[in-house]
């Protein structure tokens, strides 16, 4: 900390404390576990030995009665911050001990033995901590917090990263607004232009336990080859949601897709209940879809499903691999790369589910009912009802089936997981469906086979992440099948087989890792379509040149006719402070890339790339790449320039707002209506923040968002005490939470803001208030302690502010000068208005 040129801080900071700290420490050892502490004061070096408070040190934990805001911290973890009320025990009428009320113990996470041995004190309000052996509690003002200790034999389960459901946090009330924004400037050679600008987002309001969101996406391309501008705009999804922690389901209501791991994804308008993976510890939750490929150029990567965009994004010039997609996405996804010399490739990704395994004993399901329904929100087929369950039978058996039903449709699955223990984890399921559509009398009736496979391969650094198989028979028709043909009034491609694997392996000895994605989907009435992306890298030693990276990545797919291939070679030689230079070469069809790239890191939050090369033999090209994580939102640009072809500028821009009534504040990065946490610094502005691997600071109001947090995950947020302003002092530098899904989270950092001073306090008669009294600011956080002959050294002194000084049975208020210079912080003089406690 700063001490604004006083005296040495470590010396002057609080003198009293010198000479009472070690009475303290000896008589607390004396003690040994009484409360009440007796000193003698007659060895202390005061002037006015008569003249002594010693109250709030004679109770350990004491603190005066009254009402205070403070978090509560159980074994460490903490609870969002209660009106905590301190009242003088029965049998001690000038101590106090804190008040734990029935609403404060429900957070505690206490088991149902635990809560039955509990009693209770001050006419049946405040628990009694003895009625728990081992059980303590102690205020702290410094902290603004309120320490409960209890043994780990009374607590719910809780990992070290997760909390039981008690202790969930649903948030405040509030809105949010986030947005993906995109923007590209084209000039072609010769005259042609072209300008587009594009996003997505979601708008939302939090109230309790309920998510009310609503997503949107916007494209606009203006050409000089037209004369209109091509304008779309669109709500996509209007839906409600909350947990039911209970249940350790969520239940939805509007537009959704189903979630399911038997079944097609469907999109629909109506209603669903599903148990929720998320609500469970980390080591058990599910898989989530990842999308890969490689750029030629800096791109634009569109993935979408069904028409509604889930991700929107700009990379680099190279291989990407697209990993923050929500994990309740199943289904087939569309992805398209826009490059900026106008291609684009487009190619589709099947999310792939590990086996259906389920713990032993649990109940795992889904159920839903709705009307399909298209991006435009208009209905597409008759109202359908699905269901779907996994049972632990066993340690190693699970059984799991499902069923949709409708008018003209219906679909029966059943399936068996087993877990083969050193050979990975299996599971087989067989799905019937029956179909009748408007253009066809008969009766279709076909089935479908999948066989999926899961294993990690610890001794040999390996792992296949999924493998899967699929089979259908020609008259079997999954539930978009229907939904298409339904609309359409006419036959759809139905599916045949598909082959879907995803490994990974790992060469210590070479210091090499391998990555592999293949899939394959077959059809009765069409061309097949497969993809397959493979990435090698190395990292070696050459001369004096450490951790030089290799890298190969290559893919080839076949879509929709459309066939296309190629690799990509690097070499990157690493540099002081995250930076390096590397060589690159792109071969695809028709087209050859090889390039310089130097890639520079400036800050924590800001970085950028220069690319320089040569395309298709004689074609000149440069490029760079800046990014930009800002407090408000993140910021992306890139210009490209390819000799005799085009010229281009990129801007994206990542971001979104939180408003509450405890407060407002922009934020960067983060997926659209995901769950944050508002942090307030008790009004202090520039307060650095951390969390979730963003920086930001606190706005002019005191307060920052932090995006994109886990949910049912304890997420920790910190003050970087090494970059706090001069003037301001942290008595709180860590905050946790754990968030239900969505949820906009609350915490307050006890920031004192203000510059250090000593000063001289007399009373109204001259004297001077006891040794040993406390010195309390408008918020009641402790900054000083009275000294010898009334001098005390403050913290967070601000011109006009007032603080009130406290001691056994009475208490007075001090005020500052309405102007304060730098050379009277260390000679104030301040008299003291005395007001007697009722």
């Known amino acids: 900390m700063h001490n604004n040129n006083l005296t040495s801080p470590i010396l002057s900071f609080r003198p009293g404390i010198l000479l009472i700290c070690p009475f303290i420490i000896f008589w607390s050892y004396g003690a040994s576990g009484e409360d009440n502490i007796q000193f003698n004061t007659d060895i202390l070096d005061a002037a006015d030995r008569n003249n002594i408070d010693m109250t709030q040190f004679s109770h350990r934990g004491y603190i005066m009665p009254g009402e205070y805001t403070m978090s509560l911290r159980v074994n460490k973890q903490e609870i969002p911050e209660q009106h905590i009320t301190f009242y003088p025990p029965d049998n001690d009428p000038k101590g106090s001990s804190a008040c734990i009320t029935a609403q404060m113990v429900a957070q505690l996470a206490l088991t149902r033995q635990a809560q039955k041995a509990l009693t209770w004190w001050h006419n049946g309000k405040c628990m009694t901590p003895e009625s728990l052996p081992g059980t303590t509690l102690r205020g702290d003002l410094g902290t603004m917090s309120l320490y409960v200790n209890i043994p780990q034999a009374y607590l719910e389960y809780a990992s070290e990263n997760w909390e039981p459901p008690s202790r969930w946090d649903n948030g405040i009330p509030g809105v949010i607004f986030d947005y993906n924004l995109n923007m590209q400037n084209r000039q072609q050679q010769g005259s042609a232009s072209s300008r587009s600008l594009s996003g997505n987002g979601t708008v939302g309001a939090n109230l309790g336990a309920w998510r009310f969101r609503a997503d949107w996406q916007a494209r606009v391309n203006h050409s000089t080859q037209r004369q209109v501008p091509q304008e779309a705009w669109r709500w996509s999804r209007y839906y409600f949601y909350r947990a039911l922690p209970a249940f350790r389901a969520k239940l939805e209501l509007g537009e959704n897709y189903l979630n399911s791991d038997i079944f097609d994804a469907f999109r629909f308008s109506g209603v669903s209940l599903r148990s929720d993976d998320a609500m469970l510890p980390p080591d058990l939750r599910g898989y989530a879809p990842e999308v890969t490929g490689i750029a030629r150029t800096n791109a634009r990567v569109v993935i979408s499903q069904q028409g509604r965009i889930l991700e929107e994004t700009q990379v680099a010039a190279g291989p990407f691999r697209i990993q923050d997609i929500n994990d309740a996405v199943t289904g087939e996804l569309d992805v398209r790369v826009e490059e900026q010399d106008g291609t684009t490739q487009t190619f589709t990704v099947q999310t792939a589910n590990i086996p259906y395994l389920t713990r032993p004993g649990t109940v795992r399901y889904k159920l839903a009912a709705g009307r399909p329904t298209d991006f435009r929100h208009h209905a597409e087929g008759p109202v359908l009802g699905t269901g779907e369950f996994s049972w632990g039978v066993s340690n190693g058996w699970s059984l799991y089936g499902g069923a949709v039903g409708g008018e003209n449709y219906q679909a029966l699955a059943t399936g068996i997981g087993r877990d083969l223990l050193i050979l990975g984890a299996l599971s087989f399921d067989v799905t019937q469906s029956r179909a009748r559509t408007p253009w066809q009398a008969e009766t279709l009736n076909g089935r479908s086979y999948r066989l999926s496979y899961s294993k990690n391969f610890d001794r040999y650094d390996s792992q296949i992440t999924f493998a899967g198989y699929r089979f259908a028979e020609r008259n079997y028709l999954g539930i978009n099948d229907f939904i298409e043909a339904w609309q359409r009034g006419e036959p759809v491609y139905s599916s045949k087989e598909m082959y879907t694997v995803s490994l990974s392996k790992r060469f210590t000895k070479l210091s090499l890792a391998a990555y592999l994605n293949y899939s394959r989907q077959t059809y009765w009435d069409r061309p097949q379509s497969n993809r397959y992306d493979l990435s090698l890298s190395r990292y070696i030693d050459i001369g004096h040149f450490k951790d030089v990276s290799l890298s190969l990545a290559a893919y080839r797919y076949n879509y929709n006719h459309v066939k296309d291939e190629g690799m990509y070679i690097s070499a990157s030689l690493p540099f002081a402070n995250g930076g390096s230079l590397s060589y690159s070469g792109t071969i695809t069809r028709g087209e050859n890339r090889h390039q310089v790239t130097y890639f520079g890191r400036i800050n924590d939050n800001d970085s950028y790339q220069i690319d320089s090369g040569v395309a298709n033999g004689n074609k000149y090209t440069a490029s760079a790449f800046y990014t930009h994580k800002g407090d408000y939102a993140e910021v992306n640009t890139s210009v490209s320039y390819q000799q005799g072809s085009y010229a281009s500028l990129n801007l994206g821009v990542r971001g979104g707002m939180t408003a509450t009534a405890k407060g407002a504040a922009l ?75 969505g949820a906009i989270g609350y915490r307050r950092f006890n920031v004192i803001e203000g510059s250090k001073a000593i000063a001289q306090i007399r009373l109204p008669d001259g004297s001077a208030p006891p040794f040993g009294a406390s010195v309390l600011n408008q918020k009641k956080q402790e900054v000083g302690i009275i000294n010898d002959d009334g001098s005390a050294y403050l913290s967070g002194v601000n011109p006009g502010d007032e603080m009130t000084v406290n001691w056994s049975d009475s208490q007075c208020v001090i005020s500052f000068p309405t102007r304060l210079a730098q050379a009277s912080l260390n000679k104030l003089m301040l008299p003291c208005r005395r007001v007697i406690r009722p």
Do not use: C, W
């Open 667 to 741: 934020h960067g990065n983060g997926n659209p209506g995901s769950t944050r946490m508002l942090v307030d610094t008790d009004g202090v502005a520039g307060i650095p923040i951390h969390g979730a691997g963003i920086n930001t600071h606190s706005n002019d109001f005191g307060k920052a968002a932090i995006a994109d947090l886990g949910s049912y995950y304890r997420n920790r947020v910190d003050i970087d005490l090494n970059q706090i302003p001069d003037n301001a002092e942290a008595e709180t530098s860590v905050v946790q939470a754990t968030l239900t899904e």
